[in-house]
């Protein structure tokens, strides 16, 4: 049931290349993109605010209305590759032109019906339409590695389309290709017309109705095309545990843990204040397809670094001609810190030099950041779903991005929020920005000279924290003796006996975060490793969930080296006479540690 849930978060495209005898980082396919983006989801999510009732009536929203699109793709046969936000772009793969032709007025179909689906108003009059962008051609799959997660992401001619074809629709409408035009069998008798040059709508047509041309395209019958049964696929792999482990990499740390402890879901839908980074990096000319998955594998491995260690995670990857964009987010479930905003800007600060000397055809990078409450959870329908993040400010950011290239564009929510000094920044001339009121202040961010090593901030040479030992916070002189003490034993020769765990309790509004930030901003000028978990209310139900994160990250059990040899990790630190035991992180860690038969050492046992 658990690797069933898992394979709802991945595409075919994914499940098929980690069945393989060796998965292939590049893959080469021809078939259908389809780009499905549904208009007046920012509105709906800023409409109903907060408050329990207000996230489940948006989430049911949400996932009625994406969920009726998925259907329709899967009942067509259609793989899912990723949800954008409120868009949804799959693809039908396909093994030669003939098959291609014969499942065309079957998509053509499925596109009509999901017109329908979603054409709909909900509550507070709010109207949401879909746009429907259709094309055919080569296509190919760059599977990506990163040291938190995998990803994928569809390059090539036919996604070039696609994306020019969804821009040329206006809400209700489906435009494709010139190429999907001239395959697509069409009635001499409907009337369709030019969207833009090379760019043909096809729905609503001008002189006949909807029936008609259903009518129309069902008699063509249904085409020959073979999907993946995904039953089949969990009873094949359901004893082969690294196939389990490549495959559960595609999924974010949380939700994993979330799935595997058979928690499910439900509780992973929030209305969250995060920070929202959308990076566009653009590339020189690539010789071929190889040097530009390349390119975008370094480019991805050097940010996702970046934002792993400033406690941010890349929940996107798109790609475009000569690019590809990133999306990031500070503040989601379990990374939540006080200083996002900040900690995004230093971010976005850091990726430029970085991809500078790690990418070779880097050519620049353009970046939005913003600040606001936006829709973060699990989106889709229950056999194909992804977490995702929605709202006014991801948009916004957006927004920024395109329209202020080579540069670290902030709305003034983050630039307010981040507390870093007003010269920092320098406001950036207005301009018209898509589905933005106008009127608002955008900032470049310039910069700081506060320090920065290995991702992490560390106090300025202007404060010896060793000297002052209530460093930059006042009053909390006890609190900082025991932090000191604690240090003091632990680097001494007397390891046994250090008062290693400190406990701060206190009501809310009186500085606990605050003195933690400092234990942090120490602990880093010391050199000391630090690991920074964060729990939400529906984490604290779940046994021994903070240890078990604190566990993964300080022995990078996350890391594609580690995550299939959890135990010879492991092994390499337990004493020789405590071996014997280590079958006691069995449920803890996910390891397979053998055991004595008699022995009962589930967690309820060792309860009792």
């Not at 690539?286 to 995670?313: F, P, W, Y």
């Not at 506060?450 to 930059?472: L, M, W």
Request: with cysteine; aromatic share 8%; glycine share 8%.
């Amino acid at each position: 049931h658990t690797l069933r849930s898992c394979l709802a978060f991945l595409p075919d495209l994914c499940i098929v290349n980690a069945l393989r005898p060796v998965s292939r980082p590049l893959e080469e396919f021809n078939g259908v993109a389809m780009f499905a983006d549904v208009s007046g989801f920012t509105v709906l999510c800023s409409a109903y605010g907060t408050g329990s009732v207000n996230i489940a009536k948006l989430k049911e929203i949400l996932n009625r209305v994406m969920g009726s699109i998925v259907d329709e793709i899967l009942m067509c046969g259609g793989d899912i590759v990723s949800f954008a936000g409120d868009a949804i772009f799959a693809v039908w793969r396909t093994s030669s032109t003939a098959e291609r032709s014969s499942i065309l007025p079957k998509i053509m179909r499925c596109s009509i019906h999901i017109q329908s689906a979603v054409n709909l108003v909900v509550d507070k009059s709010i109207t949401l339409r879909v746009k429907v962008g259709l094309s055919v051609g080569k296509m190919f799959a760059f599977h990506l590695e990163s040291n938190c997660r995998n990803h994928v992401a569809v390059v090539g001619p036919a996604v070039k389309d696609v994306n020019k074809a969804e821009g040329c629709c206006t809400a209700g409408t489906i435009v494709c290709s010139q190429k999907f035009f001239d395959e697509f069998p069409k009635n001499n008798q409907f009337i369709y017309h030019q969207a833009k040059p090379g760019f043909m709508q096809l729905w609503p047509p001008k002189n006949t109705t909807k029936t008609a041309v259903v009518d129309f395209l069902e008699g063509l019958g249904e085409g020959n095309h073979v999907t993946l049964d995904r039953d089949k696929v969990v009873k094949k792999i359901s004893d082969d545990l690294v196939k389990q482990d490549l495959l559960k990499r595609y999924i974010p740390d949380y939700l994993r843990l979330q799935l595997e402890e058979g928690q499910g879901t439900a509780m992973a839908s929030q209305l969250r204040t995060i920070t929202t980074l959308f990076i566009s990096l653009v590339f020189s000319d690539s010789a071929n397809v190889s040097r530009e998955h390349e390119s975008v594998q370094d480019a991805l491995a050097c940010v996702d670094d970046i934002v792993d260690k400033m406690n941010g995670t890349v929940n996107k990857i798109f790609t475009f001609d000569k690019g590809c964009t990133i999306l990031v987010a500070f503040g989601t479930q379990g990374f939540k810190m006080n200083d996002d905003p900040r900690r995004a800007l230093k971010t976005a600060q850091m990726i430029l030099p970085s991809l500078q000397s790690k990418v070779t055809n880097f050519q620049g990078v353009s970046i939005g950041v913003t600040t606001g409450q936006c829709f973060c959870g699990v989106v889709g329908h229950e056999d194909r779903h992804e977490y995702t993040v929605i709202g006014h400010q991801v948009n916004l950011a957006c927004r920024l991005m395109s329209n202020y290239p080579f540069c670290v564009a902030c709305d003034e929510s983050t630039r307010k929020l981040s507390t870093l000094p007003s010269n920092t920044f320098s406001v950036l001339p207005p301009k018209v920005l898509k589905g933005v009121p106008p009127g608002g202040l955008y900032y470049k961010y310039n910069g700081t000279a506060e320090e920065i090593s290995d991702g992490q901030f560390k106090v300025r040479n202007s404060i010896d924290a060793t000297a002052d030992k209530s460093g930059r916070i006042v009053g909390r002189a006890r609190e900082m003796d025991a932090l000191y003490a604690s240090m003091a034993a632990i680097e001494g020769t007397d390891l046994g006996k250090a008062p290693n765990i400190i406990v701060i309790e206190a009501q809310a509004g009186f500085g606990k975060s605050r003195l933690l930030d400092q234990y942090v901003l120490i602990g880093q000028h010391r050199n000391y490793k630090v690991i920074m978990t964060h729990l939400v209310i529906d984490e604290m139900t779940t046994p021994f969930y903070a240890v078990k994160m604190v566990m993964y990250k300080l022995l990078e059990l996350y890391k594609p080296a580690n995550s299939n040899n959890k135990e010879g990790v492991i092994a390499r630190y337990v004493p020789e006479y405590m071996r014997p035991d280590m079958c006691l992180l069995n449920d803890l860690l996910g390891t397979r540690f053998k055991r004595e038969s008699s022995q009962d050492m589930s967690f309820r046992n060792l309860r009792k």
